[in-house]
């Protein structure tokens, strides 16, 4: 059974740099079938994609967060990550990463999610 | 950017009733959409894509339907594990959640 477990700093100052890691296990990150997504929600607000990454490194993001957000892939650990660079209090949120499979878009593995708070 | 509304926001209902959500794309998006609920302080979990393909061990008392812009979830009869918040979500250009619905009991 595919798992997905995100892990990171849960206080980050404003400012400051945001950085989350999922780790993947029951299947490997190198499948041609799948990309590898972050989608965020605020607390008690709806969900929001941030960008996803296909094994072979080729990232793509959210235009109105692309700016600031860097997604990247460890294939030799099974792993991938998340920054968010400058963050405020807007980007306190529930992170969660998740498979995407490629031709249909659908986000049908998640992580438990992890909260990220940005405060001083 | 496409932009996804539904609708009704919240509704209240009661075991037994047939619930049904809208969801509406702010262009065509042929049938690439996919149904989504999240219990509270949970991950969200896939239940329908492509607008109507159920996914993989969920009930058939869920169902979707719809293309284009105009898009309808439906659970024929609602159950107490049913009390959730449900998304939609295109993918014709990048990926878009709508704003949710949240489902509670009468």
């Known amino acids: 059974q595919l798992q997905l477990q995100e892990s990171g700093p849960g206080l980050v100052k404003p400012s400051e740099t945001l950085s989350l890691t999922c780790t993947v296990s029951g299947g490997s990150i190198s499948s041609t079938s799948y990309s590898w997504g972050w989608i965020r929600q605020p607390p008690g607000k709806g969900l929001e994609w941030i960008g996803s990454?296909?094994?072979?490194?080729?990232?793509y993001y959210n235009p109105s967060l692309k700016s600031r957000v860097t997604i990247s892939v460890d294939t030799s650990k099974n792993q991938f990550s998340l920054r968010v660079g400058s963050v405020t209090a807007a980007d306190t949120a529930v992170y969660y990463c998740?498979?995407?499979?490629?031709?249909?878009?659908?986000?049908?593995?998640w992580g438990q999610g992890t909260l990220v708070t940005v405060s001083s | 950017d496409i932009q996804m509304t539904q609708s009704p926001s919240s509704l209240s209902a009661s075991v037994g009733d047939r619930v049904t959500i809208t969801c509406q794309a702010s262009q065509g998006i042929a049938n690439y959409l996919n149904w989504y609920q999240q219990k509270p302080g949970k991950a969200p979990r896939l239940l329908i894509y492509?607008?109507?393909n159920l996914e993989t061990g969920v009930p058939s008392r869920f169902s979707g339907s719809g293309s284009g812009t105009d898009f309808t979830f439906t659970i024929s009869s609602l159950q107490p594990e049913d009390i959730a918040t449900y998304y939609c979500?295109?993918?014709?250009?990048?990926?878009?959640f709508g704003p949710g619905t949240k489902v509670d009991f009468k």
């Open positions: 979500q295109q993918y014709d250009s990048l990926f878009t």
């Open positions: 998740a498979r995407q499979d490629i031709v249909g878009g659908r986000f049908d593995y």
């Open positions: 492509d607008a109507s």
């Open positions: 990454i296909f094994y072979s490194g080729s990232p």
